[in-house]
């Protein structure tokens, strides 16, 4: 068996078929689904794919779980917004059947929002290593932000990563009250510290950095919400941090 796609996801009926007819190369697909109410299920075992249900133990356990249950030799992990354009598909397959010394391949990740394609700031080319031979690798970072940690050389391929992360408008903002919850306990559970600075100081360099210097600006009115959302995010963050801390 060549290619594992492994994927973790919670009520993602509207967007599982979409991820997991991406990659029609992979010989095995293993869903984790952590208590889908609709659909999601039934969608991916119609769709060939191995489903495991369990708890919710957070994004970096999570992973690392249907890291393990893969018999792949390669193992490609995606969230269930995302998906790969053709010539992300095609560059893969071309990849591990010659790799060369790589134990890991990593793709851009051309985000989606509301509608918009994001070519600039801080959302593109948003690279990710998504890519690992099996055993070369574990999901580390700080939740919710994991990241895949790979044990040897790793190669960027061609071809993007399309990602939907947001609904509508309101997704974005519960995300935002979510994600920042969930990092600020983790930060502070790694004695972390924040202060009024952070708060003061890092939202507009954050802003700065995505519409400015990372040319956020070229995305036109989206460029310029997403720039600001990050900002408030940053801000959101750090403050629950500051008051988890005091």
Not at 157 to 182: C, K, M, N, Q
């Amino acid at each position: 068996m060549q290619l594992s796609l492994v994927v973790i996801a919670c009520d993602e009926a509207d967007r599982i078929g979409r991820c997991l007819e991406s990659v029609r190369c992979a010989d095995e697909v293993i869903v984790v689904d952590s208590g889908s109410r609709d659909r999601t299920v039934e969608i991916a075992r119609d769709l060939g794919a191995r489903v495991v249900q369990t708890d919710w133990p957070g994004h970096t356990a999570q992973k690392n779980r249907a890291l393990v249950l893969a018999a792949g030799e390669w193992v490609l992990s995606l969230d269930a917004d995302e998906y790969l354009s053709t010539q992300a598909a095609e560059s893969l397959r071309a990849a591990i059947e010659a790799p060369g010394d790589a134990v890991g391949f990593s793709m851009n990740r051309r985000n989606i929002w509301l509608g918009k394609p994001l070519r600039h700031g801080r959302w593109y080319p948003d690279t990710k290593v998504r890519v690992v031979r099996r055993d070369f690798g574990s999901w580390g970072g700080v939740d919710p932000h994991d990241q895949l940690e790979v044990r040897g050389p790793v190669r960027l391929l061609r071809g993007d990563i399309i990602h939907h992360p947001y609904r509508d408008f309101a997704e974005h903002l519960a995300t935002i009250d979510r994600y920042s919850a969930v990092h600020a306990r983790a930060l502070a559970d790694r004695g972390v510290r924040g202060h009024w600075w952070d708060v003061a100081v890092r939202p507009p360099l954050h802003f700065v950095d995505a519409y400015l210097l990372r040319a956020g600006f070229l995305d036109g009115a989206a460029g310029l919400a997403v720039a600001g959302l990050g900002a408030g995010h940053v801000a959101l963050k750090w403050a629950r941090l500051r008051r988890l801390k005091s």
